[in-house]
């Protein structure tokens, strides 16, 4: 990706300003859409239509056909943008036409339609206001709902001064009647209109349309002949899958309970010479609809939502982010439509918070499929030695490891963390300072006694993470107090190695798997009751990703189940025991105001845990019950840190601006303290406020626990 791409769009103080405005808004709104109504329940029936359509995309085709051409259309089936094109222009010129009056429709950006057209002697205009905008820039849409985001009043301003000859002021309202006057003269001398289609009824050959601007009922009825663009995913079976769609597309794309205008449009049947030709797009749709691995990406409604919460969108807007289609799901698509060079670079943009997933109106499961299609794209050179040679050895990994302790020593500052790196590593940590790598790793302490499993109550295998094992023991030494406190007995396996989830994050597929093998035959091979981790990405490894990576090997299948179902984040666990007296009887009776300990803390939710393994209640009822906190909520809780794993190293400048959004909301709290579930999170939020100079401490909430019953034991003993 180019950097500076990067840079001048972080720079753009507009961009960023527009972008962050909608992004705090639309939650809001898109909540107020869904009042009374089960998001869950839709979206699910949704997914379930879709993904029904979609084994069967082949038939559900020629039933759409079938009953189009019934109701007096003419169904052209395309199978690449070329044909698509040719066909289209053949339809413009057999009614001896040079003029196309468009509205917006996203397939037309995809088989670049426009630019075909125009080589070709035909004039388009687009009449959607944001469309026709983005038309006169000759730029690309930077969102799938509102193409123009990216665009100030001043810019349309002068796009609009330069179209129509004469000065038009910055002002909304004058530029909004500038764009009326000017298009409603396309509207009327236009000799074919286009639109694309939101949905495609198999039963009986509709098409559904919804827009926002009047430009649609115009384009589709002014004309005597109506061209539609749509993709061959747009079929539904029938009227009531049709309208879940049209019941959550405007909801979910910008919070609107429902849209200006809603129509359906079937071919004509009175002989007044008018015309519907219905150009299916395929373009590679039937092949991914085949394909059981990538498919579900097909099931997507093009709402836009996955860029409407995607901190990285937030950022660079859909220019950076996206080829054609932009968002998550963007990512996905761009290799299956317009090849994988083109999205080689954008799928590394992805940083995997998963916040995408939480609000797709199809429930895909977009991030892991970018995180798949990884797999496919070229890697850099190094790379497979880095993870395949020596992540993969425990030993020589270990070993690299303990040799970084020495190597660091000239870059420690006072209390001993890295503030800068030497040559161009700096860029990495201009803004952070970084946690030295400790003298002793946890696994080195666990040999002189530490959980090695003596007490009684039900056995845990602890599964600590590189992170926290290396960089963090006290972490994990806490994780051991604090779980045998609560009665159980703790057990670190030596033999235990990375997730793997590093390895598969940068598409090095195989690497993961022998990771996941390694990792689940060591994990099984002690009977225990529950294996716990202190980091949320290695328990979504161990709980969801050891089994899809391993789903084709029959003697892992079940043995990866099995490790699922005993995988348990600290919290999550240690929540079983929260409540009066949990942490031994001499702590039972005693309240919050006879607590001289308590005090209040700000909590951030890890993206993989309460995304990735659905945790959110269980890390606050700890906090509360046993490491004996108050909480003060922080704006957007939830929201990614910047972090990333490696995505902080690939990407420092985008990184950086992430941070600063949590560290003004953590800051905006008064707490002295952030709560953590994720060490990875303590690095980056830690680093931050560091180096901002703030006096905020970052704690997992293992210490928050164990530091509680240090309390209790000093109280007592005095």
Same mark, same amino acid.
């Given at each position: 990706?180019?950097?500076?791409?990067?840079?001048?769009?972080?720079?753009?103080?507009?961009?960023?300003?527009?972008?962050?405005?909608?992004?705090?808004?639309?939650?809001?709104? !898109?909540?107020?859409?869904?009042?009374?109504?089960?998001?869950? +329940?839709?979206?699910?029936?949704?997914?379930?239509?879709?993904?029904?359509?979609?084994?069967?995309?082949?038939?559900?085709?020629?039933?759409?056909?079938?009953?189009?051409?019934?109701?007096?259309?003419?169904?052209?089936?395309?199978?690449?943008?070329?044909?698509?094109?040719?066909? $289209?222009?053949?339809?413009?010129?057999?009614?001896?036409? /040079?003029?196309?009056?468009?509205?917006?429709?996203?397939?037309?950006?995809?088989?670049?339609?426009?630019?075909?057209?125009?080589?070709?002697?035909?004039?388009?205009?687009?009449?959607?206001?944001?469309?026709?905008?983005?038309?006169?820039?000759?730029?690309?849409?930077?969102?799938?709902?509102?193409?123009? $985001?990216?665009?100030?009043?001043?810019?349309?301003?002068?796009? =609009?001064? !330069?179209?129509?000859?004469?000065? #038009?002021?910055?002002?909304?309202?004058?530029?909004?009647?500038?764009?009326?006057?000017?298009?409603?003269?396309?509207?009327?001398?236009?000799?074919?209109?286009?639109?694309?289609?939101?949905?495609?009824?198999?039963?009986?050959?509709?098409?559904?349309?919804?827009?926002?601007?009047?430009?649609?009922?115009?384009?589709?009825?002014?004309?005597?002949?109506?061209?539609?663009? @749509?993709?061959?995913?747009?079929? *539904?079976?029938?009227?009531?899958?049709?309208?879940?769609?049209?019941?959550?597309?405007?909801?979910?794309?910008?919070?609107?309970?429902?849209?200006?205008?809603?129509?359906?449009?079937?071919?004509?049947?009175?002989?007044?010479?008018?015309?519907?030709?219905?150009?299916?797009?395929?373009?590679?749709?039937?092949?991914?609809?085949?394909?059981?691995? &990538?498919?579900?990406?097909?099931? #997507?409604?093009?709402?836009?939502?996955?860029?409407?919460?995607?901190?990285?969108?937030?950022?660079?807007?859909?220019?950076?982010?996206?080829?054609?289609? @932009?968002?998550?799901?963007?990512?996905?698509?761009?290799?299956? &439509?317009?090849?994988?060079?083109?999205?080689?670079?954008?799928?590394?943009?992805?940083?995997?918070?998963?916040?995408?997933?939480?609000?797709?109106?199809?429930?895909? /499961?977009?991030?892991?499929?970018?995180?798949?299609?990884?797999?496919?794209?070229?890697?850099?050179?190094?790379?497979?030695?880095?993870?395949?040679?020596?992540?993969?050895?425990?030993?020589?990994?270990?070993?690299?490891?303990?040799?970084?302790?020495?190597?660091?020593?000239?870059?420690?500052?006072?209390?001993?963390?890295?503030?800068?790196?030497?040559?161009?590593?700096?860029?990495?940590?201009?803004?952070?300072?970084?946690?030295?790598?400790?003298?002793?790793? =946890?696994?080195?302490?666990?040999?002189?006694?530490?959980?090695?499993?003596?007490?009684?109550?039900?056995?845990?295998?602890?599964?600590?993470?590189?992170?926290?094992?290396?960089?963090?023991?006290?972490?994990?030494? /806490?994780?051991?107090?604090?779980?045998?406190?609560?009665?159980?007995?703790?057990?670190?396996?030596?033999?235990?190695?990375?997730?793997? $989830?590093?390895?598969?994050?940068?598409?090095?597929?195989?690497?993961?798997?022998?990771?996941?093998?390694?990792?689940?035959?060591?994990?099984?091979?002690?009977?225990? /009751?529950?294996?716990?981790?202190?980091?949320?990405?290695?328990?979504?490894?161990?709980?969801?990703?050891?089994?899809?990576?391993?789903?084709?090997?029959?003697?892992? *299948?079940?043995?990866?189940?099995?490790?699922?179902?005993?995988?348990?984040?600290?919290?999550?666990?240690?929540?079983?025991?929260?409540?009066?007296?949990?942490?031994?009887?001499?702590?039972?009776?005693?309240?919050?105001?006879?607590?001289?300990?308590?005090?209040?803390?700000?909590?951030?939710?890890?993206?993989?845990?309460?995304?990735?393994?659905?945790?959110?209640?269980?890390?606050?009822?700890?906090?509360?019950?046993?490491?004996?906190?108050?909480?003060?909520?922080?704006?957007?809780?939830?929201?990614?840190?910047?972090?990333?794993?490696?995505?902080?190293?690939?990407?420092? +400048?985008?990184?950086?601006?992430?941070?600063?959004?949590?560290?003004?909301?953590?800051?905006?709290?008064?707490?002295?303290?952030?709560?953590?579930?994720?060490?990875?999170?303590?690095?980056? $939020?830690?680093?931050?406020?560091?180096?901002?100079?703030?006096?905020?401490?970052?704690?997992?909430?293992?210490?928050?626990?164990?530091?509680?019953?240090?309390? *209790?034991? *000093?109280?007592?003993?005095?």
């Amino acid at each position: 990706m180019d950097k500076g791409l990067i840079q001048q769009k972080l720079d753009n103080t507009f961009l960023r300003r527009a972008l962050k405005n909608f992004a705090a808004a639309y939650p809001v709104a !898109r909540a107020k859409a869904f009042e009374g109504m089960d998001f869950e +329940e839709l979206r699910g029936r949704i997914a379930n239509f879709k993904g029904a359509g979609l084994e069967q995309l082949p038939a559900l085709v020629e039933r759409f056909t079938a009953s189009a051409e019934k109701a007096g259309a003419q169904v052209h089936l395309c199978t690449t943008p070329e044909v698509a094109n040719r066909t $289209i222009l053949e339809i413009i010129r057999s009614k001896n036409a /040079d003029f196309l009056v468009k509205s917006k429709a996203m397939t037309s950006e995809e088989i670049e339609l426009n630019h075909y057209l125009e080589k070709n002697g035909v004039s388009c205009l687009e009449t959607d206001l944001g469309e026709w905008i983005i038309q006169l820039a000759g730029e690309r849409p930077s969102h799938m709902v509102m193409p123009a $985001i990216h665009k100030n009043k001043e810019e349309v301003a002068e796009l =609009f001064s !330069r179209e129509t000859g004469r000065e #038009c002021p910055p002002d909304i309202p004058s530029l909004v009647q500038t764009a009326r006057e000017a298009l409603r003269s396309g509207f009327l001398a236009g000799q074919v209109g286009m639109s694309g289609a939101n949905v495609a009824m198999a039963d009986s050959g509709t098409l559904g349309i919804i827009t926002n601007e009047g430009n649609g009922r115009l384009v589709t009825t002014l004309p005597r002949t109506h061209i539609a663009l @749509v993709g061959v995913e747009k079929i *539904v079976p029938s009227l009531s899958d049709a309208l879940d769609i049209i019941e959550i597309l405007p909801k979910n794309a910008t919070g609107q309970k429902i849209t200006s205008y809603v129509s359906f449009i079937k071919g004509p049947t009175g002989g007044d010479g008018r015309e519907l030709h219905i150009v299916l797009l395929d373009n590679g749709r039937l092949q991914l609809a085949a394909d059981p691995a &990538f498919r579900e990406a097909l099931k #997507c409604v093009k709402c836009g939502a996955c860029a409407n919460v995607c901190p990285i969108y937030e950022l660079v807007g859909g220019h950076v982010f996206g080829h054609i289609y @932009v968002g998550g799901i963007g990512l996905v698509l761009t290799p299956f &439509f317009h090849g994988f060079d083109k999205a080689e670079e954008i799928l590394k943009l992805c940083i995997g918070c998963r916040k995408c997933n939480e609000v797709c109106a199809a429930r895909i /499961d977009i991030e892991g499929l970018i995180v798949d299609l990884r797999d496919k794209i070229r890697k850099p050179f190094g790379q497979k030695f880095l993870f395949g040679t020596l992540m993969k050895n425990r030993k020589l990994f270990h070993a690299a490891l303990r040799t970084a302790y020495l190597a660091q020593k000239p870059f420690q500052g006072a209390g001993g963390r890295i503030r800068h790196l030497p040559l161009v590593l700096n860029r990495e940590t201009a803004n952070r300072s970084l946690p030295p790598i400790a003298e002793k790793p =946890f696994r080195d302490l666990v040999e002189t006694g530490t959980g090695k499993g003596t007490g009684t109550g039900e056995k845990v295998l602890f599964y600590s993470g590189c992170l926290a094992d290396f960089v963090y023991p006290e972490m994990c030494q /806490d994780t051991v107090t604090s779980l045998e406190k609560l009665g159980y007995t703790v057990t670190f396996p030596q033999e235990q190695t990375c997730c793997g $989830i590093p390895a598969r994050y940068s598409g090095e597929m195989e690497v993961a798997r022998d990771m996941a093998r390694i990792n689940t035959d060591v994990l099984l091979e002690e009977d225990a /009751d529950y294996v716990v981790t202190i980091c949320p990405t290695c328990t979504m490894s161990l709980k969801h990703d050891f089994g899809k990576l391993l789903a084709d090997e029959p003697v892992y *299948v079940e043995k990866a189940r099995r490790l699922a179902a005993k995988t348990f984040n600290f919290s999550e666990l240690a929540a079983r025991k929260a409540g009066a007296g949990s942490l031994g009887p001499e702590t039972r009776g005693r309240s919050k105001t006879q607590d001289a300990a308590r005090s209040t803390v700000t909590y951030h939710d890890a993206c993989h845990l309460k995304r990735g393994c659905g945790v959110h209640e269980e890390p606050r009822k700890v906090l509360r019950e046993l490491a004996g906190v108050e909480i003060a909520e922080m704006e957007e809780c939830d929201k990614c840190c910047g972090f990333g794993g490696s995505y902080s190293i690939k990407y420092p +400048e985008i990184s950086q601006e992430v941070l600063k959004n949590k560290l003004e909301n953590i800051e905006a709290t008064g707490a002295h303290m952030v709560a953590v579930d994720c060490p990875g999170c303590k690095l980056q $939020i830690e680093g931050g406020l560091e180096a901002a100079g703030s006096a905020v401490t970052v704690e997992h909430s293992a210490t928050l626990v164990a530091r509680r019953i240090a309390e *209790v034991k *000093v109280e007592l003993e005095t």
